[in-house]
């Protein structure tokens, strides 16, 4: 009984998701008097014209993320117009409107801010143009579609990984490091710590004894939030949460400048080729590897078929605090030492040489 409802919910949620989005762009497309300012017509259309509004280039991720988007978009025959907001918001606003203004089908949209963001989304859809938030959800706004990785379900890895592999496991004093306090995915991120690390900390066996947020997750930022902690308990640390491989950079600079890299457990994410070096030699414990391959492939061909007005699967939904947006959410992997070449090596997300290029033959794996 119980499957069976799952079974008409899941149902429902797919027809609705199916319709939402028919009916969205059967209304932008529908009648011409319908149309809003700046919607192209079927007829005048050469190529899909899809825009991506990034936020930022900086961290090695976004520009593969750029790469894999924008070489599918022209397999598939479409045209992309990428715009970067290097974390500034207002600059991310003046990009939409630019990608507005030349009239793209299709707007995506990696978010600075995601709160702010919402008013980009209102003006691509008065010009008749769907969005798609990529990996950054976009919030309090009408938004057609997320895609993303689950990211409550990241934070409760790196938090489970660092509880299981403490030196006393449950036990001990840790730093947390969140991730921008503008990017809706690090309170996800932080979410899912919490979820982890609550019953720990309410039995007194696990201490956060420092915290902070890295603004616009700058590792320089990181560091001086490490640094703190250092100040403050000496080498009393066993672990450090930090929410992705660029923080988890700037907390292990700190971690060296004082003669405790490698004697505390960091977490990390994003599987950055450093990040994996780093694991190898044993100052960083663990990354999340994201398969941003099959998330950027993905959000093209959505991107493509939405232009080209078809409607779209999406099998889940996530609030954004207006609506239950439409949701794509691609699984994530664990990585440490002991699994590195059977994920990222193995997914030829990084070469084998490049990721132990600092470890003496004799002593690395086996290569696949
Ligand atoms: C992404 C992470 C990334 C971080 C910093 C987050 O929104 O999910 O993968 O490391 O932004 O760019």
Not at 169 to 188: C, E, H, S, W
Not at 309 to 319: D, E, M, Q
Not at 356 to 361: F, G, M, V
Request: charged share 25%; hydrophobic share 40%; net charge neutral.
């Amino acid at each position: 009984m119980k499957g069976l409802t799952v079974s008409l919910v899941t149902i429902s949620l797919i027809l609705s998701v199916l319709i939402g989005l028919s009916l969205y762009r059967g209304g932008l497309t529908g009648a011409p008097s319908d149309k809003k300012a700046g919607a192209k017509d079927g007829a005048e259309k050469g190529k899909p014209h899809i825009g991506l509004s990034m936020d930022t280039l900086k961290e090695a991720r976004w520009m593969r993320d750029r790469d894999i988007f924008v070489a599918k978009v022209k397999e598939l025959g479409g045209e992309v117009e990428v715009l970067s907001a290097g974390s500034d918001d207002m600059t991310q606003i003046r990009n939409v409107t630019s990608l507005i203004t030349n009239k793209v089908d299709v707007m995506v949209i990696v978010p600075h801010d995601g709160a702010a963001m919402g008013k980009g989304v209102d003006e691509a859809h008065k010009a008749g143009i769907p969005v798609i938030a990529y990996d950054r959800m976009i919030t309090n706004c009408d938004l057609d579609l997320y895609m993303s990785f689950d990211n409550v379900k990241v934070g409760e890895a790196q938090a489970k990984y660092l509880v299981d592999h403490l030196a006393t496991p449950g036990k001990g004093r840790i730093v947390r490091i969140y991730g921008a306090p503008t990017d809706n995915n690090a309170k996800l991120f932080k979410e899912g710590q919490d979820n982890v690390l609550k019953p720990y900390i309410d039995k007194g066996d696990i201490k956060v004894v420092h915290e902070n947020w890295a603004t616009d997750w700058k590792p320089d930022k990181a560091k001086d939030i490490m640094n703190a902690a250092i100040t403050n308990n000496g080498k009393e640390i066993d672990g450090v949460l930090a929410s992705n491989d660029g923080t988890a950079g700037g907390a292990i600079q700190a971690l060296k400048e004082s003669g405790m890299a490698g004697k505390v457990l960091v977490t990390g994410q994003d599987a950055e080729l450093s990040a994996c070096q780093r694991i190898v030699e044993g100052s960083q414990a663990m990354t999340i590897y994201k398969p941003l391959e099959r998330m950027a492939s993905r959000a093209a061909e959505t991107a493509m078929a939405m232009a080209q007005g078809k409607p779209i699967l999406a099998k889940s939904s996530v609030p954004n605090g207006k609506k239950d947006v439409p949701s794509v959410l691609i699984e994530t992997t664990s990585v440490d030492k002991n699994n590195m070449v059977d994920t990222v090596i193995q997914d030829k997300f990084h070469v084998f040489e490049e990721v132990y290029r600092n470890i003496p033959e004799g002593e690395r794996p086996r290569k696949p």
